[in-house]
T-cell receptor, first 114, second 115 residues
Framework: AQSVTQLDSQVPVFEEAPVELRCNYS??????LFWYVQYPNQGLQLLLK??????LVESINGFEAEFNKSQTSFHLRKPSVHISDTAEYFC????????????FGSGTQLTVLP | DAGVTQSPTHLIKTRGQHVTLRCSPI?????VSWYQQVLGQGPQFIFQ???????GRGNFPDRFSARQFPNYSSELNVNALLLGDSALYLC??????????????FGPGTRLTVL
């Protein structure tokens, strides 16, 4: 069985400040790791993923996440946030042997303040 | 290209009723998964279908059922609705070719309210 813990339910931050959204996972097998973003009244959009290889993965809009196997973490970071980054962010995991069933965390609401 | 589409967008039912939610995957995608997202929580996996066969099932009661049609669209059925079934129901599609990773693309969801 797998589980995901997002340690912060809400993160308020001022525009242009850095942010880190924390995610820890538990699994007895090798995993794939994901961050999804959900804007109000919309479905989920994949932000970035770790499958294998380099432990640091980046998205096209400036977010990055680092897979830390020893700490079973996959924290999401951005050095400078924008108002448009305000959204709900979900960390998710799936086993690498059956990468179709996603297990999600409870989400972190990121609110960027002017 | 059209993304994953779901219908209806919103639905209001009363306790004990039955509901059918529909999903059309991205063209060429043969796998459809269903997730339930209760307000304030992350999505929870309900079912996955591939080539019209159930390939995975989450921890949901038998009141929940689904099927996939020859054109790869899918229906999620919920019987004997409870207040706790109120949620956003998300559909996701993927290629699922072999055992390699296949990205899941999510639809906008159907918001079900049970009164």
């Amino acid at each position: 069985a797998q589980s995901v813990t997002q340690l912060d339910s809400q993160v308020p931050v001022f525009e242009e400040a850095p942010v880190e959204l924390r995610c820890n996972y538990s699994s007895s097998v090798s995993v794939y790791l994901f961050w999804y973003v959900q804007y109000p009244n919309q479905g989920l959009q994949l932000l970035l993923k770790y499958l294998s290889g380099s432990t640091l993965v980046e998205s096209i809009n400036g977010f990055e996440a680092e897979f830390n196997k020893s700490q079973t973490s996959f924290h999401l970071r951005k050095p400078s946030v924008h108002i448009s980054d305000t959204a709900e962010y979900f960390c998710a995991v799936s086993s690498s042997g059956s990468a179709r069933q996603l297990t999600f965390g409870s989400g972190t609401q990121l609110t960027v303040l002017p | 290209d059209a993304g994953v589409t779901q219908s209806p967008t919103h639905l209001i039912k009363t306790r004990g009723q039955h509901v059918t939610l529909r999903c059309s995957p991205i063209s060429g995608h043969k796998s459809v998964s269903w997730y339930q997202q209760v307000l304030g929580q992350g999505p929870q996996f309900i079912f996955q279908y591939y080539e019209k066969e159930e390939r995975g099932r989450g921890n949901f009661p038998d009141r929940f059922s689904a099927r996939q049609f020859p054109n790869y669209s899918s229906e999620l059925n919920v019987n004997a609705l409870l207040l706790g079934d109120s949620a956003l129901y998300l559909c996701a599609s993927s290629h699922q070719q072999g055992s390699t990773y296949n990205e899941q693309f999510f639809g906008p969801g159907t918001r079900l309210t049970v009164l």
